[in-house]
């Protein structure tokens, strides 16, 4: 009898002589055997890669996924054949890899963790104190609990609603900072369910085709508008007892900005000219040129250089001339500024220097002659600086501070008095920020205007400034604008006014094409004493109505009272306007 030597387990085994039968059934056992051990491998090896790209991952969710995987590729079949049981185990390994996107090759599945951790790394590099929604049905949102949106609150009571059995297949999705903008690195496609941000019927949201769309300049963008119209007002000259009359109105704008990865420039030039058929003021021409260049330096810190020129003319009835003046004089403003910014904290601060030159035209006089108006040149030194503190989302409160001098190119004006002077302004104040809602900001100060003369009053009082923008419904706004300015005075004795004004303006786009605005408004002046000189209200409304991209159809209805003291200075106007507009 021959025998069979087996080694198992260092024992020897004495077989006896097996036919052939037997030992084809040995044979077709240890391969099975063989196969059962490689397929447990290869399941082993799979899951050993998952756990690799699953370990970035929120380990709630690959506790699940492990344990589903688990439940339907190790747990063993009865199978008859050596055929169907592979079929069986790889089956579920095919499916489970189309549903999670993985691919088999073993670089794919190193490249595709390598993503994913960078991916989540980016999000979990966030500051503590701001959450983190990590959930395959919400959206991410690393924005402060006091600053989320109703959007991040229905997320996350979305997310709070899942059961936490059985998870869903959904692919992971894309780290996402706030709600609005996408600061992190999308690296995987997300299709995820999301609470409504209302309820009720959806509305999409179009864009106005109406609204202008520029054209491009190389690598800037640039806007033009053309304004025409013609008015009939029930007083020309805005004096008692002023005659009516036709005003033809031609108004010019042109816009231009830079579409630069870093810093920006834009150019911004207006004109207007306006005749008056039947009036003293037959022609009043105006016209502004303005360049602004914004630097952004390392640090959040930005550096802005303005520069500009401004014309426009005085009005022969004005009391800063003191003669009969047959034409209206021009009066030139050259501006030019250079501020630096540093944000990216609560607090940030702003440092701005300024010069401005004014040039006063001469006058002619209605007898002949020439009035001279050089005593009244001059250059206005300011610097100021701010500090502002976010205190939150909303709210971001300001002090301001300016000091500054003025300084005449005559030492002494026609009445031999010395008008330099040195200025100092401070104010404290608040920048709204509630998204459409409202925003703006609003303020409060007081300045001084100290001359150097002993025989001028210091001009000085309080002073506001501010702009607040509100919505209360869709397509509304509610303009409200405020300001105190100081004006100068050539009368002897006389130190100048202080002017406030306010306005008010409603706006409604009843559709893409037609607009509709109310505007209501006064200005108050008042000498060193507050005493009231002037009180200016107007009132109007005016329309637009597009045609297409480029023409519109314009008109309004205008309404200015004027009380005064003086008796030549009271007078009222009902003005109607009609006209087009063009632009590009």
Not at 49 to 73: A, C, F
Not at 99 to 122: F, H, M, V, Y
Not at 183 to 211: E, H, W, Y
Request: charged share 20%; glycine share 6%.
């Amino acid at each position: 009898m021959r025998k069979i030597m087996i080694l198992e387990e260092n024992n020897i085994l004495t077989v006896p002589n097996f036919t052939a039968s037997a030992r084809s059934f040995l044979s077709l056992t240890a391969f099975t055997s063989a196969l059962l051990l490689s397929t447990t491998v290869y399941s082993q090896t799979v899951i050993m890669l998952e756990d690799e790209l699953l370990g970035s991952i929120d380990p709630i969710y690959r506790e699940q996924v492990k344990k589903e995987v688990t439940d339907k590729r190790i747990a063993p079949k009865k199978v008859v054949g050596t055929k169907k049981y592979k079929a069986d185990v790889q089956k579920p390994n095919i499916e489970f890899k189309k549903k999670r996107g993985i691919i088999r090759t073993k670089e794919a599945e190193i490249a595709e963790t390598k993503i994913a951790q960078s991916s989540l790394q980016a999000v979990f590099s966030a500051p503590i104190e701001e959450e983190v929604l990590l959930n395959t049905r919400s959206t991410f949102s690393t924005a402060p609990l006091a600053q989320r949106t109703n959007f991040d609150r229905s997320a996350q009571s979305l997310s709070q609603a899942l059961p936490q059995g059985r998870a869903l297949r959904d692919q992971a999705a894309t780290a996402v900072l706030n709600d609005i903008t996408t600061s992190g690195i999308a690296t995987r496609k997300a299709n995820n369910s999301v609470a409504a941000l209302q309820a009720g019927t959806r509305r999409m949201v179009r864009d106005n085709p109406f609204v202008a769309q520029g054209f491009r300049l190389g690598s800037w963008l640039a806007f033009s508008k053309l304004r025409q119209s013609v008015a009939y007002t029930t007083n020309l000259d805005g004096v008692a007892d002023s005659d009516g009359g036709i005003i033809s109105q031609s108004d010019i704008e042109f816009n231009a900005r830079s579409n630069w990865s870093r810093h920006q420039a834009q150019i911004k030039a207006s004109g207007g000219f306006s005749r008056n058929f039947g009036s003293t003021d037959a022609q009043v021409p105006t016209g502004n040129v303005s360049t602004q260049l914004r630097l952004d330096f390392a640090d959040d810190v930005t550096g802005t250089t303005d520069l500009s020129y401004g014309y426009t003319t005085e009005a022969v009835t004005s009391t800063t001339l003191t003669g009969s003046v047959s034409e209206r004089p021009g009066v030139h403003t050259l501006k030019g500024a250079t501020s630096l910014e540093k944000n990216g904290t609560r607090l940030s601060f702003s440092l701005r220097a300024s010069v401005d030159r004014t040039i006063y035209d001469d006058a002619k006089l209605t007898g002949g002659g020439v009035l001279s108006q050089k005593d009244r040149n001059n250059n206005h030194y300011q610097i100021n600086a701010r500090s502002t503190y976010e205190t939150s989302g909303a709210f971001s409160p300001f002090i301001e501070a300016t000091i500054g001098m003025r300084n005449f190119d005559l030492s002494k004006d026609r009445n031999n008095e010395d008008r330099n002077s040195s200025t100092y302004a401070v104010s404290i104040g608040t920048e709204i920020d509630l998204g459409e809602k409202l925003n703006g900001d609003v303020a409060l100060g007081y300045s001084v205007e100290d001359f150097a003369d002993d025989n001028l009053k210091n001009l000085e009082g309080f002073t506001f400034s501010g702009s607040l923008a509100w919505s209360p419904v869709r397509e509304t706004t509610v303009q409200l604008n405020g300001f105190t300015s100081f004006n100068g005075a050539t009368t002897a004795g006389d130190s100048g006014s202080i002017v406030n004004s306010a306005d008010l303006t409603i706006s409604r786009q009843f559709s893409h094409r037609l607009l509709l605005s109310t505007t209501a408004g006064v200005t108050v002046t008042t000498d060193t004493d507050y005493k009231v000189d002037t009180i200016l209200w107007s009132a109007g409304t005016n329309f637009e109505y597009s045609l297409n991209n480029h023409l519109a159809l314009t008109g309004a209805l205008e309404y200015q009272q004027q009380f005064s003291d003086t008796k030549s200075r009271s007078y009222n106007a009902t003005t109607i306007r009609s006209g087009i507009r063009l632009q590009r």
